[in-house]
């Protein structure tokens, strides 16, 4: 039995097997091969077993996303039956006598580099996709399986670090737990435990020696334990269960108003990443959605997600939740969450670089496909847009500018368009303090505490060594939390939280008294959330 401390950024117990999520890139050697008809042999086998790969997974992105979304699996499929594409594989396993891994790579740098010299943004973005299907025949050759494929069994995810392009690509209904050497409270990682509920802990020593062994996750006392002796599994198999049983006495919150003992009244709401995260939501029994990140349609494509695959996301979500009001936050990419497609430059500080609103006021294009199909899908339910990383009034003008236009554009096509509000997310001093200003021009106030905190105590939120000077009740946030809710009731818009302090059982009693609105969590917070609040005087 081995126990690695760490830091706890959801609570929980869970018990199961663990495997060590490696990356994927895998290493190539090259080696003098004499017999070249047995390695274009193997690379002809491998190449079969990445065709079928790529059909499970087609099937699997039909269902999960629909037709649009699994498409560039065939697209994938097509590229490894290019007859160029092979024959340079075996030209190259020929002619130099090199092992097929070698000769694969060789390759696929190559149409890589010639793709990406191309003049043409389409055939561009497929420079990652011969990459990526060169990645996938070189991987098997080595003998390795799919690092995010998380097999039938549910595991506790061990890991260095996990980027959002690589939990976006897992099987949820199989994680039962994140334990990562990196991270913070705040990393993405961390927001998606709280999400789908499951214990997380970041800052824990891990390696891949615990790979295949049980663990615990102890989400209470910040422990994993590997290979516990029958006892300490006994005693933890008790505390699940205690666990569980609180967790259905809180059932019975469900169905009620959120609302105090004198009368006031809170909107709570949860927060969600992807359409799948739905089911919890209805769950939870939340009183909306105040948060929906729609950057998972970015970053589990390939390429740019088109207005038809986002009409289809956002109107499913908008009719899963009736009349519930659904607040969908565009585009907000850079920082921690890069995407290749969109060939953004390297930034020596990407958190105060081009991310959020300022990828969508420099690709008006993009911005005005997510703007389309948003609208669209405000038909079919009650919609509200959210825009990130906003900073002055001359933005949310300029914002509103685009947005108009592309609401005339669509009722001059004869679509039918909601009534929408459109608010911004107070997550930069700048709008905190400009809060004044910024209420005369929007529909309501969500402020985004994660990076409200980082920049108003000018620490990086995924920076795992500063979580001791790391307050996330600071004074100086909670004073333009205050300040954001005052300056927003004075012009009669109403403001609500949607970071993770807003799910701070702490701070609830508060955030109720400064005259918060709304809270906007993840949907395993709003029961215990809405048992204090009804329990206020
Ligand atoms: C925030 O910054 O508080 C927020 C909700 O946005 P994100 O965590 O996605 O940056
Ligand atoms: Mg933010």
């Known amino acids: 039995m081995f126990i690695c401390n760490g830091k706890s950024v959801c609570k929980g117990i869970a018990i199961g097997k663990i495997k060590f999520y490696a990356k994927t890139s895998q290493a190539v050697v090259q080696r003098k091969i004499e017999d070249t008809e047995k390695e274009k042999k193997r690379y002809a086998q491998a190449k079969k077993q990445a065709i079928a790969e790529l059909e499970c997974l087609y099937e699997k992105a039909r269902k999960e996303a629909g037709e649009e979304s699994a498409e560039i699996f065939h697209v994938h499929g097509m590229l490894l039956e290019d007859e160029g594409y092979n024959d340079s594989v075996n030209h190259t396993i020929e002619t130099q006598q090199v092992n097929a891994e070698y000769a694969v ?10 793709f990406a010299n191309m003049d043409d943004d389409y055939f561009k973005a497929r420079s ?22 998380l097999g039938q069994e549910p595991v506790i995810i061990a890991a260095e670090n ?22 913070s409270s705040n990393s993405h990682t961390a927001i998606l435990a709280r999400t789908m509920g499951i214990p997380a802990l970041v800052s824990t020593a891990v390696d891949d020696s615990c790979n295949g062994k049980i663990g615990i996750v102890d989400g209470y006392e910040g422990k994993f334990i590997i290979d516990p002796t029958e ?32 009368g006031k009244k809170i909107h709570l709401c949860a927060n969600i990443g992807h359409p799948s995260d739905l089911a919890a939501v209805l769950e939870n029994d939340a009183d909306g959605i105040g948060l929906f990140r729609s950057e998972f349609l970015y970053l589990e494509t390939e390429d740019y997600p088109t207005e038809e695959q986002q009409f289809a996301a956002y109107k499913k979500v908008v009719q899963t939740m009736g009349g519930k009001k659904v607040i969908i936050r565009t585009l907000d990419i850079g920082a921690d969450k890069q995407v290749k497609y969109f060939s953004l430059d390297q930034e020596a500080n990407p958190a105060l670089g081009l991310r959020g609103i300022r990828i969508c006021l420099t690709r008006e ?29 001359e933005e949310v003008l300029k914002i509103k500018e685009i947005s108009g236009s592309v609401r005339e554009e669509l009722i001059a096509e004869g679509v039918t368009v909601g009534n929408v509000e459109e608010g911004i997310m107070i997550e930069t ?30 620490m990086d939120r995924q920076n795992e060594k500063l979580e001791m000077f790391y307050n996330p009740h600071h004074p100086a946030v909670l004073r333009l939390i205050q300040m954001v809710v005052d300056n927003g009731h004075r012009e009669g818009i109403w403001t609500g939280i949607c970071g993770e302090l807003g799910a701070d059982t702490c701070l609830t009693e508060q955030f109720v008294k400064m005259g918060v609105d709304e809270l906007s969590v993840a949907p395993g917070n709003i029961l215990p959330i809405r048992k204090i609040i009804c329990d206020m005087k």
Request: proline fraction near 2%; aromatic fraction near 6%; include cysteine.
């Open 105 to 114: 790579a060789l390759t696929g740098d190559h149409y890589a580099d010639m």
């Open 128 to 149: 990652a996709d011969m990459k990526d299907i060169s990645e996938r025949v070189v991987r098997i050759l080595n003998g390795a399986a799919d690092s995010c494929d």
């Open 162 to 183: 996990l980027a959002p392009s690589e939990t976006i690509r897992m099987d949820k209904s199989k994680l039962i737990a994140f334990v990562t050497k990196e991270g």
């Open 231 to 262: 006892d300490i599994l006994e005693s933890y198999r008790a505390k699940k269960a205690a666990d569980d049983e609180e967790k259905a006495l809180l059932q019975q919150m469900k169905g009620k108003e959120t609302v105090t003992g004198s």
């Open 365 to 393: 294009d993009i911005f005005r496909t997510q703007l389309r199909a948003l609208y669209r899908a405000s038909a079919y339910g009650n919609l509200s847009i959210m825009y990130p990383m906003i900073i002055s009034a």
């Open 429 to 458: 001093p700048a709008a905190a303090i400009m809060s004044d200003e910024l209420a005369k021009h929007v529909d309501f106030f969500s402020i985004g505490t994660n990076d409200l905190t980082q920049y108003t105590l000018a």
